[in-house]
């Protein structure tokens, strides 16, 4: 359990084999290490055809003391005498770590010419020399690197000459005795001791962290102590996020009492959707959520299905749900699924593997949660993607994180996923009851994926958080569709013209006559025609034609009123 920086256990462990010679280099620092003074004996080495004339000459007046200190060498000259060194076999082997190689190689899409010319004498430096009698232990290169991408492997010889070996992450046990180790010296507010359920909580919620990541916790729990001592929790989010206090923290026990409420002012007709999407919340606000799948709480905080016809609040509810949480509307992430329906569009969520169009771009699922990981995520319509895609979400569902093409790791732990689909929509019976399209609805989803899709998998991590939408049936529930609709109109007729309110004479027969033309079927997307029709079309027109200067309504209310015989009659009255 003593821990040390893998260039140096890389290092060490070789010289214990069968390399006498293991020369340590990277891009910064140049030589170092242990056998730093032997690194004259291998450039001496390097004849008159590799230096004269070279890009990669060794300089002339470089001097290598003896003893372990570092010796400035470039990039170029590593190269040339590693590559004159691999091509040897020997009875002193010589082992090269090159230490940030990421940083060291190229690794575009491009490579120019002379990074090509070091690519190929690498390729053919690792096959070996064509002398098939060449006897002794190869010469090794170890390319240490935080990510794969240190060199462009394609170009290279396949795995009969290349390794790759993953340096795993602290598993729990590990991070335990870490904590055990170090915690001391953590400055926290109610600093948690072994055997508490907060000790417990803090290895759980370090998953996936790095023995260095632990470190740079330790020494910011320091410096934030010495204005003011965080919290385990406000101090991991202050690491990961930049936060000290989440999203989460932020609620509260009677703002969650009046989700249900503030939740139905913007979506009609389904409360039995809006309590489950409560129930989920307080689930997550209680710490609750993921512990039938998991102890180490690294899931979403909360996953939700929502299928049902179109236009009945199931993208309304995510977003009235993102608002609600997160104080703003910003943070409601949505992903149309028909456009990722191809075998490769999984690199447009993830990113593009190294070489491909659009690697340094990152995918744009990464890139959003880690941009706003206090988010609701919803993937809309996702019947309709690529069944390599479910795979991802299937990772996000059970680990809580994706690695992106670039190698980096970012976390779901702090969203809500949500996908929608209108599965079963044409199929199933609008003059059934609720209870009865409900439970239709649920038969046709697990049939979808279990039959048609082959991804059973994908709704046992869903479970029973599969909700069914109503169909909008009731006239009563279109009013209070359209009424809630209007609300937009106001504010964006206030804040470009001035107009101080809307009014609509007789406002109640005035939807209910619109609502009576709308096609249920469509549910609230019916709504939205409708009220273009009859409400939208006939201000803007009356705006275009009637007011030439904007400031004449300035504090004035504009009357809306419909006429016997059906038309829609504007106005500006002075309140």
Known sequence: MEYQRVPLLVADTLREGAFETVIEWDPVSGIGGRDAAKWGGLASAVGPAESQGSAYAIAPDEHFDSGPQSTRVTTEDFVAVMLAAMVDRTDRPTAFVVNLANFAFFSGQQPSQAEREILARLAKAIIGRADTEATGTANLLVLVSPNAQALPLSMLPGPAH???????????????????????????????????????????????????????????????????????????????????????????????????EMLAERVKGQSHAIDKVTAVTIRAFTGLAGLQHSKRQRMPKGTLFFVGPTGVGKTELAKALAEFLFGDEEAFIRFDMSEFNHEHSDQR???????????????????????????????????????????????????????????????????????????????????????ETRAAFKRRVRDHFVREMGRPELLNRIGDNIVAFNFVRDKGFLVEILRSKIGPLRAQLQDKYGIRTVRIANERLFLESVAGEIDATMGGRGTITALTKWLIDPVSHFLFTEVADRSICIGKALVITQDPDGSVRVSLEAE
């Open 162 to 260: 290349i390794r790759e070996v993953v340096v795993p992450l602290p598993d729990r046990e590990e991070r335990l005795t870490l904590l055990g180790d170090r915690l001391h010296g953590w400055k926290l507010k109610n600093q948690p001791k072994p055997g508490q359920v907060a000790y417990e909580d803090l290895v759980d919620a370090l998953d996936g962290m790095s023995f260095q990541d632990l470190l740079n916790i330790e020494e910011l729990s320091r410096k934030s102590a010495a204005t003011e001592e965080l919290s385990a929790e406000q101090l991991l989010s202050l690491y990961r996020h930049g936060i000290q206090t989440s999203a989460w923290e932020a609620l509260n026990r009677e703002k969650l009492i009046a989700m249900p």
């Open 349 to 435: 969520l993830i990113g593009a593997p190294p070489g491909y169009v659009g690697y340094e771009e990152g995918g744009q699922l990464t890139n959003a949660i880690r941009k706003r990981p206090f988010c609701v995520l919803l993937f809309d319509e996702i019947e309709k993607a690529h069944v390599r895609i479910l795979d991802k979400f299937l990772q996000i569902l059970e680990d809580g994180r994706l690695t992106d093409g670039r190698g980096q790791t970012v976390s779901f732990s702090e969203a809500i996923i949500i996908f929608t689909s209108n599965i079963g929509a044409a199929e199933i019976d609008p003059t059934a009851s609720d209870e």
